[in-house]
């Protein structure tokens, strides 16, 4: 098993460009979950997705937009990049019928010039 | 509104000394809480969680964690700290107002252990 992998790991942007963070889960987890983690703020959630079909807001989703492709997907857009969208993105994945703890990818680190 | 707080930012202990890390929370209703480490250039890797039951919650690598209700803490713990221990750590309580149960963090505390 390989978790939640997450791809790219590193990835520098002019602002104003797109670009896609892509997520996989091979635990056969329901619900998926995008965050961004600034120094001093946590982890803040983006956007969620609680099955396969569905995705919603989280606390943070401007600038953002996400695609659950299918059940083991879940990729974030940024369609016109901004210096403040610099920052740490983990995705994240839970079994619907645990007891809510979520298992983390690796993270990308996005940087926006 | 629901919440978790991690009063400090950083904790310093020499190896071999126990070692907490205070978390406070929130929430409506009961709590599911949790504790996480995250390593350098690592993604968050889960150590335990309190969902109902004994107040003391065994976990990884050694670590345990106290729920008080009355108090509203969740004080990750361990007898004896490694220097391998350091790392960020950071308090999560379930989301109970969103659907998808996501995870509200605190602002993480890092615990650096000196040999």
């Known amino acids: 098993n390989a978790g939640v992998t997450q791809t790219p790991k590193f990835q520098v942007l002019k602002t104003g460009q797109s670009m896609t963070l892509q997520c996989a889960q091979d635990?056969?987890?329901?619900?998926m979950y995008w965050y961004r983690q600034d120094p001093g703020m946590g982890l803040r959630l983006i956007y969620y997705?609680?099955?396969?079909?569905?995705?919603d807001k989280g606390e943070v989703p401007n600038g953002y937009n996400v695609s659950r492709l299918n059940k083991r997907e879940f990729s974030l857009r940024l369609e016109s990049a901004a210096p403040s969208q610099t920052s740490v993105y983990f995705c994240?994945?839970?079994?619907?019928?645990?007891?809510?703890?979520?298992?983390f990818g690796p993270g990308t680190r996005l940087t926006v010039t | 509104a629901q919440s978790v707080a991690q009063p400090e930012d950083q904790v310093n202990v020499a190896e071999g000394n126990p070692l907490t890390v205070k978390c406070t929370y929130s929430v409506s209703g009961n709590p599911y809480l949790f504790w996480y480490v995250q390593y350098p250039n690592r993604g968050l890797q889960f150590l335990l969680k309190?969902?109902?039951?004994?107040?003391l919650v065994k976990g990884s690598y050694g670590f345990e964690a106290e729920f008080n209700k009355s108090q509203t803490s969740f004080h990750l713990k361990k007898p004896s700290a490694l220097v391998s221990d350091s790392a960020l750590y950071f308090c999560a309580v379930r989301d109970m107002e969103q659907a998808g149960t996501a995870l509200i963090f605190g602002k993480g505390t890092t615990l650096s252990v000196s040999s």
């Open positions: 994240a994945s839970r079994y619907s019928g645990g007891t809510y703890e979520q298992y």
């Open positions: 635990m056969n987890h329901n619900s």
């Open positions: 309190y969902i109902t039951g004994d107040n």
């Open positions: 997705s609680a099955s396969e079909g569905t995705t």
